[in-house]
Each structure stands twice: as structure tokens, then as C-alpha cells.
């Protein structure tokens, strides 16, 4: 069973985690509108940029 202060730090970890999950789909949209959307020309480093952004996000769900 587990005590209050664990509950706690767990809420804390969820929460910590699901707004860097926020970001990361938020940051992920705007690469995607750039990559595709606007008439930038640097779209290799937005694809670099998604493909960080997928490792960092497969990193951080695999904990």
C-alpha cells in the first residue's frame, strides 16, 4: 500500500510528464506547418528538428 507522499511524488511525475508531452505535441505541430505549410525553404532543418523531437519523445515514454 502505498502512502500519501508516494502518491504525491507519482501525481507530480504524471503531471511533469504529460506537459512535456504537451509541448512535445505542440512543438511537433509547428514543425509540421513549417515543413509543410509555409514557404520556407529550410525544410531540412525542421525535419531534423521532427525527428529529434520523436527520439525525445520515445526516449521519454520508455522510462
Known amino acids: ?3 500519501v ?4 511524488k507519482l501525481d507530480r511525475v504524471d ?4 506537459s512535456i508531452n504537451v509541448l512535445l505535441v505542440l ?3 509547428l514543425n509540421l506547418y513549417f515543413l509543410f505549410v509555409s514557404d520556407e525553404t529550410q525544410w531540412l532543418i525542421v525535419f531534423w528538428c521532427l525527428a529529434g523531437l520523436l527520439v ?6 520508455s522510462l
Open 1 to 3: 500500500m502505498q502512502t
Open 5 to 8: 507522499s508516494q502518491r504525491l
Open 15 to 18: 503531471i511533469w510528464l504529460l
Open 27 to 29: 512543438a511537433f505541430n
Open 56 to 61: 525525445f519523445w520515445i526516449l521519454l515514454w
